[in-house]
């Protein structure tokens, strides 16, 4: 083996030497050949001071050594080959500017070059990152006490500044503004320890607090406008604490980042020295590219690739449940039909979420009965999912619809998995209650404008709680519409009961949790009763990898892998 | 030819023109770019403001004008996602496209002229009949079954070629960021141009194939027989020369089916081209972007399309140019 790589090496270093000297200072080629130094040792300077080399000696010698250092750089990759890990999401962040917009591919990024405040752990609890401990003051006060000896990879130290800097950020960023809106202001005690402050009492504080991502202050401070066009300061460059930093970045191709050497957390496990994301869109390019070897680590795997995948050896797959619920929404004002509750009713039964899910994702979803996940605290334990066509067409009779009629609707076909033949599944279960559907799906960017037009009868529709709380869902999906306040913005259905916008104003000032979990609960079996909308299913999260890939350890429900810890076995 | 070239401008100009005013139009169509800007829960006054402060407020007809504008002076707009000119973003992926088209052709010209020439001359050849039966299939498989089919042999069960993106790039000249100069480059390169030139390969090799035979059936063919020439003067100087010409049309035309063909292997292969940005664009709903490509390529055509009249008239000087254009 090793002599056939060497003959074949050496004869593509002659081709290298015979191509112009110019492909030697390639700064990526000189990034390999130095792996081993330590990176802040060969900066800009450096590559400069050897271009200039290169014009003052002749052209010749500079080919040999080109040839000579070819090889030998090749030698030093293979060893450093060992931590280096290439993945392919479907997903990558807009811009490196954490606060411009709130979306899985932005969050990634976040805690890969910053680090939370706290995050969440596998299992629903909260782990301590960049601040030690918190605790309540009052009603209206969290005090954080804050780590002390992190370094932003400017070079600034970190302390409570910026927390309230980013805060402050947080509260200007039109995307994040709707959940940091609650916090009124901050007050430093000291360098590490920093009070929060809420206008009203709010027991999500502790879970919106997931989202702050400490900024360098000194760093930014002067040039932080938040702009979703145009080019920014923020939107181009990044200083955060985290495990890695970013190296380069290709917009829209690759980006690769570097284990951040001074990194705080000399506890973590994680052995990755180089990382590179690719975002990959087509579900088969993602799995091939993992298939071939030339990615690490996929996500996400389409429910007709799941069985070849798992078949495969070395290859291992992991899926977890997540609490994004699907969901279709009925239009009561489009539609006189929908204002009846046993037609919402009829349909609701009409509709098999386990037939769903067992034939079209291949059992890789948790049919729902209800909006919340069983992690939340509105959860319901006895609202399964029901199915009981005879049941739906009397109900359907009753109503004096027996011979049924129209609807239209509408559902995305690249959002969701599988998203278009759910939509179609459910359109033929329909029929069996005589509701003809007339279904259109539409690309994601044209549906969700349809969607906020309200253009079809029936629409689909998935929620991601930003909070990890019910209550988020119900502001979104059920609460009356209401422009003002922004409440019901994805209230497709214009359901309205003034008792359930009671509910959920009352549950967001409620400090006590078993109160809380019965407000919430009282709003999840109202909607229950009132079939406001369709439940359909909780589609779990899945990833692949190379089994030496140890992701099952740093994988979690929001799809925000902590790479950082990842290990890869040698 | 200085009419012809004058008159050909006046062309280009108002297909330019109509090109800017349909894909100014489909926009509308494509979705809302605010929406893909946003997150799900910003609020409606964010949502306002943005779309007031990008103008996708005013009417079409104010909006085209600010576009018309723009481009005159070379300015097609913003992109959203990139946040750089748009004609900058495409121009910087036109190397990876030219790379890959150059190297389809190049495969195109090196296997379709010989399968062609062959044919032609022993039509009843089983060899013949094989290419032909195969040309015929490769005419009716759609290219992502190919492009599929390819990566399943060559990248996931034999390892032979990577499976997408294009791998290491070289700095030539500091002008242009070239793959055809590494290994790693070269290996990426391999599947997207094969699939590419196994799109276009059937055409010229049936074409070929229909216009040499008619060609060897023509007077001076017979006439070159009869004076003793040898046979392989006689079929690839005499005849493959006279060959050339329809072909040559063809090839124009077919500059805009390797256009939309790059689109798709592009597409299949997350090859960082010009194709793959325009698919990106249109999934973002970056329509500056998507506008500034459709002015592109409609650029592209135009001039491949002159070019070709112009070849066409150096190879056959019988045809007046300015008779011959419109």
């Not at chain 1, 992190?150 to 039109?174: C, E, M, W």
């Not at chain 1, 996500?299 to 609490?323: E, H, K, Y």
């Not at chain 2, 009843?124 to 094989?130: D, T, V």
């Not at chain 2, 290219?143 to 034999?158: G, N």
């Amino acid at each position: 083996m090793l002599p056939n790589g060497l003959l074949a090496e050496a004869v593509c270093g002659l081709g290298f030497f015979l191509s112009p000297s110019s492909h030697f200072f390639n700064p990526s080629y000189l990034h390999v050949f130095f792996a081993k130094i330590p990176f802040h040792l060969y900066g800009q300077d450096y590559i400069r001071s050897f271009k200039h080399y290169s014009v003052i000696k002749r052209r010749s010698i500079m080919k040999v050594r080109a040839f000579f250092i070819y090889c030998l750089s090749f030698l030093i990759y293979q060893g450093a080959d060992a931590a280096t890990l290439k993945m392919a999401f479907d997903a990558d962040p807009v811009s490196l500017d954490p606060h411009e917009q709130l979306s899985e591919g932005t969050l990634q990024f976040s805690h890969l070059v910053f680090d939370p405040l706290l995050r969440w752990t596998k299992t629903g609890k909260f782990e301590a990152r960049l601040a030690e401990s918190w605790e309540r003051i009052d009603d209206r006060t969290m005090r954080f006490h804050l780590r002390e000896g992190v370094h932003f990879i400017s070079g600034n130290p970190f302390s409570a500044k910026d927390v309230a800097y980013t805060i402050q950020r947080l509260k200007r960023s039109p995307d994040f503004r709707a959940m940091f809106d609650t916090i009124s202001s901050t007050t430093l005690i000291d360098d590490y320890t920093i009070d929060v402050h809420t206008t009203y009492t709010n027991p999500l504080l502790i879970n919106i607090m997931t989202y702050v991502f400490p900024m360098d202050k000194v760093f930014y401070q002067g040039q932080d406008q938040i702009v979703k066009y145009g080019s920014t300061f923020a939107s181009r460059h990044v200083s955060g604490t985290g495990p890695f930093k970013l190296t380069h970045r290709e917009l829209g191709s690759y980006m690769v980042f570097e284990r951040n050497p001074n990194y705080w957390d000399t506890n973590s496990p994680g052995n990755v020295k180089t990382l590179t994301i690719t975002p990959v869109r087509a579900d088969s390019t993602r799995l091939a590219a993992l298939l071939s070897g030339d990615v690490d680590f996929i996500f996400p795997i389409s429910p007709i690739d799941i069985q070849r995948t798992q078949s495969i050896p070395g290859l291992q797959l992991v899926t977890l449940a997540n609490s994004r619920i699907l969901l279709m929404h009925m239009n009561q004002q489009r539609r006189a039909e929908l204002q009846d509750v046993r037609v919402r009713k009829a349909i609701n039964l009409a509709i098999n979420q386990r037939l769903i899910v067992e034939k079209i994702l291949k059992g890789y979803a948790m049919p729902a009965g209800q909006l919340s996940s069983d992690r939340f605290l509105g959860h319901i334990n006895d609202l399964a999912p029901e199915y009981n066509l005879i049941k739906a067409k009397q109900l359907m009779a009753e109503a004096g619809y027996q011979d049924g009629f129209r609807l239209s609707m509408m559902a995305p076909n690249n959002r969701y998995m599988s998203d278009e033949k759910v939509a179609q599944a459910i359109a033929a279960m329909l029929a069996r209650i005589k509701i003809t559907v007339d279904l259109k799906t539409l690309p994601k960017a044209q549906y969700f404008k349809a969607f906020d037009d309200r253009s079809a009868d029936l629409m689909m529709v998935g929620w991601q709680s930003d909070t990890m709380d019910s209550n988020n869902i119900y502001e979104f999906l059920v609460a009356c519409p209401d422009a003002d306040t922004g409440l019901g913005a994805y209230n497709a259905s214009e359901y309205c009961r003034p008792s359930v916008d009671e509910d959920i104003r009352l549950a967001n000032r409620e400090m006590n949790p078993e109160r809380r979990s019965q407000r919430l609960q009282q709003i999840e079996r109202t909607l229950y009763n009132d079939a406001a909308v369709v439940p359909l299913y909780w589609q779990y999260l899945t990833w692949a990898a190379k089994e030496k890939v140890n992701i099952r350890a740093i994988v979690n429900d929001q799809n925000y892998p902590y790479l950082g810890d990842l290990v890869i076995e040698e | 030819m200085l009419t012809f070239l004058l008159r050909r401008l006046l062309q280009a100009c108002f297909v330019m023109i109509i090109i800017s005013v349909i894909s100014f139009a489909i926009q509308d169509k494509l979705g809302d770019p605010v929406q893909q800007m946003m997150g799900m829960t910003a609020s409606s006054d964010d949502r306002q403001q943005l779309r007031e402060a990008l103008g996708l407020n005013d009417g079409f007809v104010s909006q085209y004008w600010r576009f018309a504008k723009g481009a005159i002076q070379g300015d097609l707009g913003t992109s959203y996602y990139f946040k750089e000119p748009a004609l900058d973003v495409i121009l910087s992926k036109l190397p990876a496209t030219l790379e890959l088209a150059f190297c389809a052709i190049l495969l195109v010209i090196l296997v379709a002229t010989p399968c062609g020439v062959l044919a032609a001359i022993n039509p009843k050849h089983i060899l013949s009949r094989l290419l032909m039966f195969v040309s015929s299939i490769g005419l009716s498989v759609p290219i992502f079954i190919v492009a599929i089919l390819l990566v399943y042999v060559f990248s996931i069960e034999h390892n032979v070629a990577p499976s997408f993106g294009r791998g290491d790039t070289t700095d030539v000249f500091g002008l242009w960021q070239s793959g055809i100069f590494n290994k790693d480059g070269l290996r990426h390169l391999i599947l997207p141009s094969l699939s590419l030139a196994i799109a276009l390969m059937p055409i010229f090799v049936r074409l070929i194939r229909a216009e040499m035979m008619e060609v060897l059936q023509s007077e001076y063919i017979r006439f070159a027989w009869s004076k003793g020439l040898s046979a392989r003067r006689i079929y690839f100087v005499h005849a493959l020369k006279n060959t050339m010409l329809p072909i040559i049309t063809v090839g124009g035309i077919q500059a805009g089916t390797l256009v939309a063909y790059t689109i798709l292997t592009e597409t299949i292969f997350q090859w960082p081209g010009m194709g793959y940005l325009f698919m990106d664009a249109v999934s973002r709903v970056d329509t500056p972007l998507v506008a500034a490509y459709l002015m592109v390529v409609g650029g592209i055509f135009v001039v491949t399309n002159t070019l070709v009249d112009l070849i066409y008239g150096l190879v056959n000087p019988t045809v007046r140019l300015a008779s011959h254009g419109l």
